[in-house]
């Protein structure tokens, strides 16, 4: 029996993966998926095994003779189970650079290494530790802070994350008395410090910094948003898939376009006024999330907090 194409396609579907994703992760244009899928097409077996590890699946289920090696080292799985945010930057990376998912995902290692580098070969404050402690004597000689030895001060913060450094512990814990510490999320921030273009989402001690928050091009998803700061951070936060079906079929009708990102922010909202918070903003200060990324907000303030974020102007 030959590889079932058509349960193929139905599997595809049902999984909400596209040939065009599929394209992407395969660093192909969509005339060679096509083609690929085409009934009348011949396909070589280890191409029946990548197609249908791509979508996490057995090549046995639409070829009950198939034979041949499961061998995954070097296959893209497009069903990897990233977020909607992360998938909103492969998308706008393409968009951007010209630059496919598979392409992305071969950089990924060696940017990351990068950033690992700096954390272990960064050098400690050294000169600035006397310049601490005299400020922590006049701390406390004035009564600004405790007289306890669970005090801590910006260089014992330091101290703190170097010592989970030396543990290779890069991701940092959720300290009791400095919140969230997350030493390769420091570094990537400080990378980006300065840019206008790129800003970070929050990240939490003790996992791997993800997309969720990320501002991967701020004039782009202004362009997209109509420099509505809202739709904007919804877009950074996945909650409108760039990606999608929907958004695509929208692309020549702007106002249309807008109409439906509106809807799904003021949906966004409705879900989370269940639990009588606003959504998370990109917030740096080491406050803990309240509930599944969601933390009490004032309405001003956040709308504030957006434009500083999005570089939009009142009107």
Known sequence: MAFDKKKYKEAMKHKGITQEQLADGF???IRTINRWLDPKCPIKSDRVRDLCLAIDASPEE????????IETENVTRV???VSSASKNGYWLLKKLYGVSETEVVELAP???????????????????????LAAEILAKEF????????????????????????????FGESHEYFGEINPFADEMKKFVKNSTMVKLGRSNGGSCPDSKGTAFDIPV?????????????AISYGQIELFGEKFKSLQQNPEQRIRWMKDCVAEEKRRM?????????NMTDGSKDTLDGL??????????RLRDRWNVSQT
């Open 27 to 29: 660093g192909k244009d």
């Open 62 to 69: 639409f070829d009950p003779n198939w034979e041949g090696a």
């Open 79 to 81: 069903s990897a189970r």
């Open 110 to 132: 060696t940017l990351f290494s990068m950033f690992a580098a700096a954390i272990f070969e960064r050098t400690n404050r050294g000169e600035n530790d006397e310049r601490y």
């Open 143 to 170: 009564g600004l802070v405790p007289e306890h030895d669970n005090y801590m001060m910006p260089n014992q913060e330091d101290e703190q994350k170097e010592s989970y450094i030396a543990k290779l512990k890069i």
């Open 221 to 233: 998803i202004n362009s997209i948003s109509g420099n509505d700061p809202e739709i904007s951070e």
């Open 273 to 281: 006024s269940e639990y009588g918070a606003e959504p998370r903003q």
């Open 295 to 304: 933390v009490l907000d004032r309405p001003d303030s956040r709308e504030k």
